[in-house]
């Protein structure tokens, strides 16, 4: 099977990438949607990608326990980074394109100098799998002045705070009754959103560590929160909608539920807010114009066995039509 369900716009706004299940990547044209290019090395799940500021450079966590880094234009395979000792959940690039981190069901995060693949910490306070890292994001003119700060999710339940520069963790969040599935900054850096298995998403001051709103709603997980650069929060979840919500207030704003049957795991807008993608475990990514609340395609990609008719084949196990109907064959 080759599910679709780790999505990313980039920097520039050009192109989304997509991560599938057997461990391929796919680059897409925005404004075609067409796919340019797939990328082949991971040999496992890609759960998670970031890119370089200026667009070059995509980095890629998979649950081989690698982190890759490719060249966009070409596909190459730059460099693996392969410390970790299980599944990496979550990439983030920090705002001086100089720190890269890395997020592992190995309890660790661990940050790396994106240029020559060194790890230079391993932040290890997390007691469980670390779910989710992100980047407070720092203006241009503030970049020799602001502290760099990292925030990070756990299946323990919290969120933590890190002082990059030092490794100490400067705060612990713990309002969230279960898992923190994804946590991300708004584009000032002065609030951060969470998801959570609890079935909802949080805003918080970042500075004081207090929780500003709790977005309620979902029947399932929280899988992934995303701010746009116009004041909105999307929520995807296990529940197979995504909410919209108004960063300000709280308030809720509308529903996007025609497009996916199965949970929802990832949500990003592109740069510029009008445009979401959505991944899904049906198999599908989902764009959505963002103005208008409607769904504009929808892509999915083809499973090896998709509509081979099994009926009347002799031979197989209970078993085996279970795995063939799962890589799309029918009876």
């Known amino acids: 099977m080759s599910s679709l369900v780790s999505v990313r716009f980039s920097p520039n706004g050009k192109f989304f990438v997509t991560g599938v299940i057997n461990g391929e990547i796919r680059l897409w044209r925005t404004t075609d949607i ?87 910490q391993t932040l290890s306070d997390h007691t469980n799998a670390v779910l989710a890292v992100t980047f407070r994001p720092i203006p241009a003119d503030l970049l020799d002045y602001e502290d760099n700060i990292l925030a990070s999710g756990s299946a323990d339940g919290t969120i933590k705070l890190w002082d990059v520069n030092t490794g100490e963790c400067r705060k612990t969040l713990t309002q969230h009754n279960g898992s923190v599935y994804s946590v991300n900054f708004s584009p000032d850096g002065r ?101 208008k609340c409607r769904r504009l395609q929808q892509l999915k990609s083809a499973r090896l066995y998709e509509n081979m008719k099994i009926t009347g084949i002799s031979g197989l196990t209970d078993a085996e039509k279970a795995s063939l109907k799962a890589l799309g064959a029918v009876e």
């Open 191 to 291: 609030i951060l959103a969470s998801g959570s298995e609890d079935q909802t998403a949080r805003l918080w001051n970042i500075n004081t560590g207090e929780c500003l709103q709790i977005l309620d709603g979902h029947s399932k997980q929280v899988y992934s929160v995303a701010f746009s650069p116009s004041g909105l929060n999307a929520t995807g979840s296990g529940d197979a909608t995504i909410k919209l919500w108004e960063v300000s207030t709280g308030n809720f704003l509308d529903n996007l539920t025609s497009g996916h049957t199965a949970a929802i795991r990832s949500v990003a807008f592109s740069s510029d807010g009008q445009l979401l993608a959505s991944g899904s475990e049906d198999e599908s990514i989902q764009l959505w114009d963002i103005q």
């Open 34 to 120: 067409r796919q340019i290019h797939i990328y082949k090395g991971h040999n496992n799940w890609v759960w998670a990608f970031a890119f370089s500021l200026d667009s070059k450079i995509l980095i890629s966590g998979s649950a081989d326990s690698t982190v890759k880094l490719w060249n966009v234009d070409t596909g190459e395979c730059l460099r693996t980074l392969s410390e970790h000792t299980n599944k990496v959940y979550s990439v983030a690039l920090d705002s001086h394109g100089k720190t890269l981190a890395s997020a592992s069901e190995d309890r660790t995060i661990k940050l790396w100098d994106i240029n020559t693949g060194k790890c230079l």
